[in-house]
């Protein structure tokens, strides 16, 4: 009974799983693979809070670039940045759309707040770049999700629970190895797994279950369904988040 009641668990874990990557992978199309179909940018996310009209988040910092089309993608990160946000058409036509500024980055600080168990910092300065070419190249978010991918697939490993779950290749690999890590996680939790030793977690958090800990996963896979790409590694309060937009996403407005 106990093993029946586990695989439907699975299953219904498996079958949203399958549902999210659809949606990340409309997402993806509009907003970078595809976006001259015209499709904005949107605020989306299971269970996190929306800001109301107008909200800001407190104390950070924001920066504003363009990256040209001429840029590479892995040359994203040398793009200039400026305090003032009038110093481009792009940033300035971004920097009208507030509550989607707010509630992505909103997003962010709660993937740091979730990360605060594994030492995870949530950042106060957010770069906001407008891209007019290809999508930037992000290889991961940092040494600390790492830590916590690798423990909870160490602690399925040990139990022997299989994971049959390998998305087709149509998504950027990041996001492909994050939406196998938020099912796995989940797994995990259902499952009654505790955190292993063998990563060197923070002492408070290791051999505890899963379940008494916040998912870092879910948070990332809703900031990518707005349209946003980030890269940020949450080392510390310092340490800065930046947020990538298409241009021809942004043109094309922003909703609720």
Known sequence: MTNHIADTKHTALLSAQRRSFSDLCLTYEHAWSDPGKGVGLSLRGEGLAQPSMGAENPVVVRRWGVAEASIRPTRHKSVPRYDDANSHHLTTQLAHHLDFI??????????????SSWF???????????VCGDEPQVPDLGYWLDTAAWSVDLALDCEEVPVDFVPAPILPKLWLETIVSDLKWEMAASLGLTVPRNFRPPSAIADRPFAQLRNPFRPILDLWKCGVMLSASFLDAESTATLFV?????????EP
């Open 102 to 115: 707010a509630g992505v980055e909103s997003h962010v600080l709660e993937i740091g707040r979730r990360l």
């Open 246 to 254: 298409h241009a021809s996403a942004l043109s094309a407005g922003t």
């Open 120 to 130: 995870g910092v949530p950042p106060r300065q957010f770069d906001w770049v407008v």
